[in-house]
């Protein structure tokens, strides 16, 4: 699953969105499956989607890796590389050339890093893909860094990252996946922390980019209304000439177990909650009921956190849950809001209601649902042009394009078994990392 | 008997090829389903044609009639009609609801599964909406801070005053009405303006979605088959004549305010109009990121602050141009240059990398606007409105702008841009010059006679 989050809400409409899940999925599929995909001599794969419904073309250009593959004394650094490629300067004015061009195209454009990926995201008309696919071209392929902007982007980031730093939950979190990851490259923050950025020069930013935006460590992903041959030529063209350089993997020392331990985080926010290392895409099958699960634990009004938290523990707040796949083991986390409980108690139901799926399973019924809520959450998240490109791209940055296509057929064959075994293998109460915020218990 | 308009669903070579069908049924709503297998999303827009002049002496009536009849439920707990808009957000759906200058918006998108809670909620606000204290104070405390902004904003009064210009037959004032409106509407004012605006003459509803034309329509006609007919408002003007000459000035003296601004507001052809992209590409010309107005040296040096906007409406489109200078003595320098510019386009040949670095924006533009199944949904309803060729807006909706050419351009800049037809207004600031002054506010209230 991209990302989920939930907050609290009524649930009606949920329930309603699922019976009638199966009838839409008959007249439509979440990604289209007419998707064709050509490797360029430097290894650099093109992966098009064409669909004429709208006038509109998203290209998502994809660096894999992200800040999983900064070393230790390299943290922030795809971060920075992706603001100074994204304001690749143009002789004689301030603006980036991407910005500059897509905003001469009418269109939008934006950068993210993450721990697996840097993606550059631009939506367009037809009549300016080529161009808008040139300048993306240049930009990752060839790009000038020079100290001045060095320093711009620089002073840009800190102020971002502060305001990042500053949150409660961020805090939280942090402390959490320290406690996981160690130094591993899930570790720390993708945008890096606020004390690594000053040290960085223009030299460390070309050594990053040399390494990692090269032909064998990128996709382009074109979805909307172009012709898939013309699409080809036109990655071709912008991105033909980058370096093959080598495919680049993040690895960990040693697979990441859970702490089975008790973590508190003064200052950060007051919730409690338990956190565990997830499968990661080499599991895809244990990604799927990953999903699942957590369409049994949160999703919707008759979820098991939803409906057994609240009776047990009279006054407690939101609850919630959490998982983002990634390319290695990532982590998944469940919280409550304690109010008036103490955090004692809710930790020791937020175990039962594991400990519960682990001894005696989960019925048929109720891992269908859990399924159809993990379809639906990712449906939702493919509702244009540009958010299929950017499902498509997330999934081809960590393991393969096919995972997004493949998602709504594959994960209506999780069955009971898989999810109680999942839950033992992963999730067992038994070894979680407790993290209890605020004041503690 | 349902009268059949047209059935195109004649995919094209080239472009998009979503599928459109069309029908009106007896009581006059008129329906609009398109087919997008490519997107899924569902959008479902129910769009009213009514402007100020529905509104009496009650202005922002239609914005508070759009939010109450959403927010409000007949014989459901408030608690309840609440709890269903914050379920259909937690599975992605959204629903949007306001009024423009012309028309009134109920809308609902979200992937398809959402299809039946979007058309419950649209039913709802159609047949059993609930106006009362609690719904009318909720709409009215959303709109108070909008209606008190416009108020104390020299734009908006300078615009309000252009378009009783421009306008004289249509009430000036914007959607979310005027303080003094917004207080003196009660709950019988809703329904007596529900039940005379939310008619079938007056509705235009659009289903968006992957599924087959006819399964949104047969949900469209469920939708609308069970409104009166009521009384339609008089039909838009699908190509537009040309004004008459409404050259006039109006002055305005500005009391807190240290800079002199000026309005310069054009009647132009509308939304619906063969001329329209001609329209948009003026503007463009004029206002870009290389416009002639707003990149101007000269320009520039009189007035730092120049913009020129397009109002696109189903009636009474506009083009205004706005500056502001601290120059008072230069707003006579200023209008002849904008004019001067105004003429170029006019009367010169437009060099082809202008017109192509114009179109290529343009045509960005609206992909982004087409993106999303909601804002296409309320894109098509503003098209329907003004008489607009549902067909291409549908099936070939950037080749107007890919094919604009230069003559129509110049034909637009002739026949509407004219000194002859702007309306000119005028703030000149009563407070001394800023440079003798220690602290300027741009944005004070306009005050003084006209």
Redesign the interface.
């Known amino acids: 699953m991209r990302s989920c989050h939930h907050g609290r809400g009524r649930w009606i409409v949920f329930l309603l969105a699922l019976a009638w899940l199966p009838s839409a999925l008959a007249q439509s599929r979440v990604i289209g499956e007419n998707i064709e995909t050509e490797q360029l001599a430097n290894g650099l794969r093109a992966i098009v989607l064409p669909a004429h419904d709208v006038p509109v073309v998203t290209v998502v250009a994809l660096v894999r890796g992200g800040a999983s593959l900064e070393a230790r004394d390299q943290r922030g650094l795809a971060h920075i590389t992706e603001h100074m490629v994204f304001q690749e300067p143009v002789e004689g004015t301030s603006t980036g050339l991407l910005p500059q061009t897509i905003e001469a195209l009418g269109g939008e454009i934006r950068a993210e890093t993450s721990a697996d990926s840097t993606r550059y995201i631009a939506t367009v008309a037809p009549d300016g893909m080529p161009e808008a696919m040139s300048a993306l071209g240049i930009a990752l392929g060839d790009p000038t860094f020079t100290p001045t902007r060095l320093r711009a982007e620089l002073e840009i980031m800190e102020k971002e990252l502060d305001e990042v730093y500053a949150s409660p939950i961020v805090a939280l979190r942090g402390a959490a996946t320290k406690a996981i990851y160690g130094d591993g490259p899930y570790a720390r923050s993708a945008g890096g922390g606020p004390d690594d950025l000053p040290s960085y020069s223009v030299a460390d930013v070309e050594a990053f980019h040399a390494a990692h935006y090269v032909g064998s460590n990128m996709a382009v992903v074109v979805v909307g209304d172009v012709e898939t041959a013309d699409a080809f030529a036109a990655v071709e063209e912008a991105f033909g000439e980058i370096p093959a350089g080598q495919p680049q993997v993040p690895a960990m020392a040693s697979p990441p177990e859970t702490p089975a331990t008790t973590l508190s985080a003064p200052g950060a926010e007051p919730l409690v909650g338990l956190v565990f290392v997830a499968p990661g895409m080499d599991h895809p099958r244990d990604v799927l009921a990953t999903d699942v699960l957590l369409g049994i634990l949160e999703h919707g009004p008759t979820s098991r956190m939803r409906t057994q938290l609240p009776r047990a523990l009279p006054g407690i707040g939101a609850v919630g849950a959490g998982y983002l796949t990634q390319r290695l083991p990532g982590h998944l986390y469940l919280w409550i809001d304690p109010g008036q409980a103490s955090a004692e108690n809710c930790i020791g139901v937020l175990k039962s209601i594991l400990a519960d799926i682990r001894d005696n399973g989960v019925s048929h019924e109720e891992c269908l649902k859990g399924a159809r809520s993990a379809l639906l959450m990712h449906a939702i998240g493919a509702d244009t042009y540009t958010s299929q490109a950017e499902s498509l791209a997330f999934y081809e940055a960590i393991d393969s394009y096919r995972f997004a296509v493949e998602y709504e057929d594959r994960v209506l064959t999780v069955v009971p078994g898989d999810v109680q075994d999942l839950v033992a293998r992963y999730f067992d109460p038994d070894h979680a990392l407790v993290v209890v915020g605020g004041d503690g218990p | 008997m349902r009268t059949l308009l047209s059935l195109a669903a004649i995919l094209l070579t080239i ?4 599928a459109l069908t069309t029908e009106e049924l007896p009581n006059g709503a008129r329906l609009v389903a398109v087919q ?6 569902t959008a479902y827009a129910v769009i009213v044609d009514a402007d100020p002049s529905d509104e009496g002496d009650l202005h922002g009536l239609r914005s508070v009639l759009a939010r109450a009849s959403l927010s409000g439920v007949e014989d459901v707990d408030p608690m309840q009609v609440l ?2 808009l ?8 959204q629903v949007t609801t306001f009024a423009e200058d012309d028309m009134m918006v109920l809308a609902v998108g ?8 979007a058309l419950e909620i649209l039913s709802d606000a159609l047949y059993r909406p609930a106006f009362n204290d609690a719904t009318l104070e909720s709409a009215r405390s959303e709109l108070m801070p909008q209606a008190e902004r416009h108020r104390d904003d020299r734009f908006y009064s300078l615009l309000s005053e252009a378009r009783e210009i421009l306008h004289p037959s249509a009430p000036a004032v914007g959607p979310a009405g005027t303080v003094g409106g917004l207080r003196a509407i009660a709950p019988e004012d809703l329904e007596a303006a529900h039940e005379r605006l939310m008619v079938g003459r007056r509705t235009v509803c659009i289903g968006i979605g ?3 034309e006819k399964s949104t329509l047969d949900h469209l006609r469920s939708l609308a088959e069970g409104l009166p007919g009521g009384e339609a408002k008089p039909a838009p003007t699908p190509s537009w004549d040309p004004p008459p000459p409404t050259f006039h000035a109006r002055v305005t003296e500005d009391r807190d305010g240290r800079l002199a601004l000026m309005m310069m507001a054009f009647a132009v052809p509308n939304l619906g109009s063969p001329s329209w992209p001609a329209v948009e590409m003026a503007r463009e010309i004029l206002a870009g ?1 290389a416009g002639r107005l707003t990149r101007d040296p000269r320009l520039r040096q009189y007035s730092p602050t120049l913009e020129v906007f397009l109002i696109p409406r189903a009636r009474y489109s506009e083009m205004v141009v706005v500056a502001a200078t601290p120059m008072p003595w230069r707003i006579e320098s200023l209008r002849l240059e904008i004019l001067d510019a105004l003429s170029g386009l006019a009367n010169e040949p437009l060099p082809p990398p202008e017109q192509s ?1 114009a179109r ?9 606007r ?4 909601l804002s ?1 949904s309320i894109e098509l309803g503003r098209i329907a409105l003004s008489g607009g060729d549902l067909s291409r807006a549908v099936q070939a ?2 080749e107007a702008l ?1 094919t604009v050419d230069e003559a129509e351009v110049r034909e637009v800049a002739r026949t509407y841009l004219g000194p002859e037809n702007a309306a000119l207004v005028l703030a000149l600031p009563a407070a001394p010059p800023l440079d003798q002054s220690p602290s300027p506010s741009p944005s004070g209230p306009v005050a003084g006679g006209r």
Not at chain 2, 36 to 41: H, I, K, N, Q, R
Not at chain 2, 360 to 368: N, P, V
Request: proline fraction near 16%; hydrophobic fraction near 30%.
């Open positions: 472009g998009p090829a979503a997008a297998p490519s997107m899924y999303s709890a269903r914050q379920s259909l957000a937690s599975t992605g759906g979200g992937p398809p599964e959402i299809e039946p809670q992957p599924g087959a990121p670095a290529r924006r343009l045509l960005g533009e609206e992909a982004i087409q993106r999303s199944a296409r909706p950037l890919r």
